[in-house]
């Protein structure tokens, strides 16, 4: 998932990460977490509270953009708490993520297959910012299977139940799912579990920053909104941006005046763009601090550089823009 972490949203996000088991690291949409029986697809608690909208004027969200994403137009699915979606985010310090898939036979062949339907748009992003077209590529399976794993969660009922969920009774329900989905665990029993419930309760009042400063990002952006589906940890599109991120660093790839999330030209040229932000060269530690920016997980970064190179990136092959000119 990519998250800017230049220093505006660096200083926003980087110092609220302090906590201990409050990592950014949220991990792909790809392999959803495995989910316990003890989660609600439909959740009982309301979206809707008094803490929601309070929190959303406080930080100062305009007064019609409230009044938009709370109002109930029948035209639009009805907004409800994303329970699944908030549990992830709120007790991701007990998740395990793996990108075993991303070495996996289909994986090669897909992405193969891939490469060379798109090779030219794939060769003007990598001409452009220097990261090659089987790198981007493969961040595209991790991310999402390239397109055919975007995700199903309405990307604004997420940001909204992020911010609903520092309210006691979204916090105490969170806290209890956690019991049930982990009681056969040791580690989680007794002060484990107590540790639990005070990173479950930190984590949701330090996430209504975040999860407001991306709704003011949505407001801001010329796609949809409302429409907009993705992952449970709020990101969208072939190459799973965050709204802030999308905002600030999304590519018009193909030139065709607008920024499509699913367009494979304006998202590789976006991952390319934000890789070589984020420092990408030649060299594999450059890459390998590059791909952590997009996520903060090695193992992450490693699946796609593994899968990149398996396609024949071949290291030493001269990639525009990082050779001197
Ligand atoms: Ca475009």
């Known amino acids: 998932m990519a998250r ?32 316990s029986p003890a989660i609600d697809t439909v959740s009982a608690l309301p979206l809707n509270s008094p803490g ?12 019609e953009f409230i009044a938009d994403l709370l109002s109930e137009d029948p035209a639009r699915p009805k907004k409800t708490f994303q329970e699944k979606a908030v549990y992830f985010m709120l007790t991701q310090f007990a998740m395990k993520p793996s990108y075993s898939y991303a070495t996996e036979a289909v994986a090669l062949d897909s992405t193969r ?7 030219v748009d794939l060769a003007a992003c990598e001409a452009k910012y220097g990261v090659p077209a089987e790198t981007l590529t493969s961040l595209m399976w991790v991310e999402t299977k390239l397109g055919t794993r975007v ?3 309405p990307i604004v009922d997420v940001y909204l139940s992020l911010v609903r969920a520092a309210d006691p009774d979204a916090i105490a329900l969170i806290q209890e799912k956690f019991d049930r989905a982990h009681e056969q665990e040791k580690e989680w029993q007794g002060k484990g579990r107590k540790k639990a419930h005070r990173l479950i309760e930190a984590r949701a009042k330090k996430f209504v920053r975040f999860a407001t400063e991306e709704l003011r990002a949505l407001s801001k952006l010329e796609i949809p909104i409302h429409e907009l589906k993705g992952s449970w940890a709020g990101a969208f599109g072939l190459g799973q941006f965050i709204p802030s991120t999308f ?9 065709d005046g607008r920024i499509d ?28 601090r590059a791909l952590y920016g997009y996520n903060q997980s090695k193992p992450y ?21 990082t050779e001197a000119k």
């Open 4 to 35: 800017y972490s230049g220093p505006i949203i660096g200083t926003l996000l980087g110092l609220s990460w302090g906590l201990t088991g409050m990592g950014p690291s949220r991990g792909p949409t790809g392999p959803e977490p495995t989910l």
């Open 151 to 153: 995700g199903n969660y």
């Open 52 to 63: 929601l909208e309070k929190r959303m004027k406080r930080a100062g969200l305009k007064t």
């Open 247 to 255: 905002k600030r660093l999304a590519k018009d790839g193909n030139g």
């Open 261 to 288: 999330p699913y367009s494979v030209a304006d998202c590789a040229c976006s991952i390319g763009s934000f890789l070589k932000r984020a420092g990408w060269g030649k060299k594999p530690k450059q890459q390998k």
């Open 113 to 119: 297959a891939f490469l060379e339907k798109n090779q």
């Open 301 to 321: 970064g490693e699946a796609i550089l593994n899968l990149s190179k398996q396609l024949g990136d071949a290291g030493g092959r001269a990639v525009a823009g």
